[in-house]
C-alpha cells in the first residue's frame, strides 16, 4: 500500500514538474492494472509518449490553420480570406480523420482493457459446465449426470491471443422447478442479451427441443458461436439444418475429452478480429475519458468546416477551431482543471 500511495507522489511529482502528460500519469496506473500482456503493452505504448505525440501532430495541423487565420484577421486589406477558407477546410479534413483513426482505435483498446464479455447457454446437461472445465483446464464447475446442477452463474477469466474473455456459465434454460432456478433461468437469459458473446451449447445425442429453439432465438441477433456437444457418444440426433438457418459458425466438440477446444478459440479470434487487435503502431485508446475528448474535438472540427462553408466570419471559424485544442490539451493535462487531476491521481489510492 505505502508503495502504491509513494508511486502515485512520484508520478504527480513527475506530471507537475512537466516530465510526462496526463496521459502518460494515467498510462502508470493502467500498467499496474493490467489483466493480459497486450493490455500491458498499450499501457507501456502511452506511457512512452505514442498518444501524446499523435496529439502534437494534429494541434501542429491545427496551428497553422490558426496562424492563416490570425493573418486574415490582421491583414483584411490582402482580401485572404478565401485561400484561407479552402486551406483550413483540407487541413480540418486532416484533423478529423486522425481524430477518426484515433477514436476507432477504441474498439480494440475496450477489448484489451475489458475482455470479451462471453456467455455459456443451453439446456440442462447440455454440458455447459464441461465446457467452462475444458477452457479453464480444470474442474470449476461441478458436473453430474443430474440436470440442473448449475443454478447461479460461475464467472471465470482466461486469455485467448492476449484477450480476455470474461466466461460466464448459466444456469440451464428449462421449466423452472421452483422459485431460485426460475431467478436463475431469468438471470441467465439477462446476461446472454447482455453479452458481447454467446457460446449456444447443444446436445447432439438429442433432438432439438422447445427450449433449444428460444435459445437459438436469444442468438439470431448476436455475435455467437454454436455448439454441438458430446460427439465422443457417437449418436448424433440433432438436427444440424435447424441449426444451420441461423447463419453462426458450428463446433463439434467433446467437452469431456476437451476436443474442439482449440477451433473455438480460433473462431472467437475470427469474429473480433483478434489477430488484427495489433499494437504495432502504438496508439490504441483503452481510456474512456480520452474516448470522449477525442469525440468532442472531432465534433468541432465538423463544425468548423460547416461554419466554414456557411460563409461564417473568420474569428467565428476560429472559435470552434480553439475548442478543438482546449479538448486535446484536456487529455494531455495542459488545461485540466485541478478536479480532474485530484480524480485521477486518487486512482492510486484505491485497491492497494
Known amino acids: 500500500m505505502l508503495l502504491w500511495l509513494n508511486l502515485g507522489e512520484f508520478t504527480k511529482k513527475a506530471f507537475l514538474n512537466g516530465r510526462i502528460d496526463l496521459s502518460q500519469a494515467e498510462a502508470v496506473i493502467e500498467l499496474i492494472n493490467s489483466k493480459t500482456e497486450k493490455e500491458a503493452e498499450a499501457s507501456l505504448n502511452q506511457l512512452e509518449g505514442y498518444l501524446k505525440n499523435e496529439i502534437n501532430k494534429i494541434k501542429q495541423v491545427i496551428l497553422e490553420i490558426m496562424t492563416d487565420i490570425e493573418a486574415s484577421i490582421d491583414y483584411p486589406e490582402y482580401d485572404i480570406e478565401e485561400v484561407t477558407n479552402t486551406k483550413a477546410l483540407l487541413k480540418l479534413d486532416e484533423i478529423q480523420e486522425k481524430l477518426q483513426k484515433l477514436e476507432d482505435s477504441f474498439k480494440s483498446g475496450k477489448i484489451i482493457r475489458e475482455g470479451i464479455k462471453t456467455a455459456i447457454i443451453g439446456t440442462p446437461n447440455a454440458g455447459k459446465s464441461s465446457l467452462l472445465n475444458a477452457i479453464l483446464k480444470e474442474d470449476r464447475a461441478i458436473v453430474t449426470e443430474f440436470a440442473g446442477t448449475t443454478r447461479d452463474t460461475i464467472e471465470e477469466f482466461i486469455t485467448v491471443n492476449g484477450i480476455p474473455l470474461k466466461i460466464i456459465d448459466t444456469a440451464g434454460i428449462r421449466e423452472a422447478q421452483d422459485e431460485v432456478e426460475k431467478i436463475g433461468i431469468k438471470k441467465s437469459k439477462e446476461i446472454a442479451e447482455n453479452s ?75 469474429i473480433f478480429d483478434l489477430n488484427d487487435v495489433n499494437l504495432n503502431d502504438g496508439i490504441t485508446i483503452t481510456n474512456i475519458r480520452h474516448l470522449e475528448l477525442i469525440k468532442n474535438a472531432k465534433k468541432y472540427a465538423i463544425k468548423a468546416k460547416d461554419t466554414i462553408r456557411n460563409n461564417m466570419p473568420i474569428d467565428i471559424i476560429a472559435i470552434d477551431i480553439k475548442e478543438i485544442i482546449e479538448s486535446l490539451n484536456t487529455i494531455t493535462g495542459e488545461n485540466a482543471t485541478e478536479d480532474i487531476i485530484n480524480e485521477i491521481f486518487k486512482k492510486f489510492c484505491l485497491g492497494k
Open 196 to 270: 458481447d458473446l454467446v457460446i449456444a451449447i447443444f446436445d447432439s445425442t438429442k433432438k432439438l427441443n422447445e427450449k433449444d429453439k428460444e435459445i437459438l432465438e436469444i442468438i439470431k441477433d448476436k455475435k455467437a458461436i454454436i455448439i454441438i456437444n458430446k460427439i465422443d457418444l457417437g449418436k448424433n440426433e440433432i438436427e444440424r439444418d435447424y441449426l444451420e438457418k441461423y447463419n453462426k459458425p458450428i463446433i463439434e466438440i467433446s467437452a469431456l475429452n476437451k476436443q474442439g477446444i482449440d477451433e473455438l478459440y480460433n473462431e472467437i479470434s475470427k
